[in-house]
């Protein structure tokens, strides 16, 4: 049990557009979810915190215009990259919390050309 | 709860021998200290895990030490073997954090047949 998929597993977009990456726990249901960034060779950076039904909580200098997330249901939280950059190029990955572990996704693989 | 340091950042050993890395935290108030494998290009999969109420956990060829006074914890791999070869991160939790966690930097740990 607690599985958590993302979508998709890896996504090439122009610079300038915009990318949405679902986050959904498959066979429970997760009032909060994660989201973090990983550069290549570096640790898990957290971006947000995702409650359903309310507004993100963004950690400090992720700016939250530029990172939008929706958790409209028990099961599913979106990452939505605006306005992406090269320098937006990373590693997206999710959690899932599940009691007090968190289970992670598989990850997203983000590259802006 | 916003700062653990990891060491060492590579690690390689010979298979069979032992490995063993050690994090160190800040705030007093961390009460949970989960290890993650992570294999390149994959999710972060939670190994062992400890809890402030308890000094040494093990589980088969893993065990995980806690050192409440001197603020660290140690992740002992003994007979080591070449699939163990991945990156590992510490983390650690603090009471009232709402279960956020922070991840030390990783060590690159290389399992030489």
């Known amino acids: 049990g607690a599985v958590v998929s993302q979508h998709p597993s890896w996504v090439i977009c122009k610079s300038g557009t915009s990318v949405k990456i679902e986050c959904r726990s498959l066979d429970f249901q997760a009032t909060t979810m994660f989201w973090y960034r990983q550069f290549p060779k570096q640790s898990l950076m957290l971006m947000a915190t995702s409650n359903e039904g309310s507004k993100a909580t963004y950690e400090q200098g992720v700016e939250k215009d530029k990172f939008l997330i929706n958790h409209a249901s028990l099961t599913l939280s979106t990452l939505t990259v605006t306005s992406a950059h090269p320098e937006d190029s990373s590693f997206y990955i999710c959690?899932?919390?599940?009691?007090?572990?968190?289970?992670f996704g598989p990850g997203t693989r983000l590259t802006v050309t | 709860g916003e700062n653990v340091e990891q060491h060492p950042s590579t690690l390689s050993v010979q298979e069979g021998d032992s490995a063993v890395i050690k994090c160190t935290y800040s705030d007093s108030a961390s009460n949970y200290f989960p290890w993650y494998k992570q294999e390149l290009g994959k999710r972060p999969q939670l190994i062992i895990d400890i809890r402030s109420n308890v000094g040494e956990k093990k589980d088969q060829r893993i065990a995980v030490t806690l050192n409440k006074t001197a603020k660290h914890f140690s992740l002992h791999i003994t007979e080591t073997q070449p699939e163990d070869s991945a990156v590992y991160f510490c983390a650690e939790r603090f009471g009232g954090s709402n279960y956020k966690l922070t991840f030390g930097k990783g060590t690159l740990l290389t399992v030489n047949p």
């Open positions: 959690s899932a919390l599940r009691g007090d572990e968190q289970y």
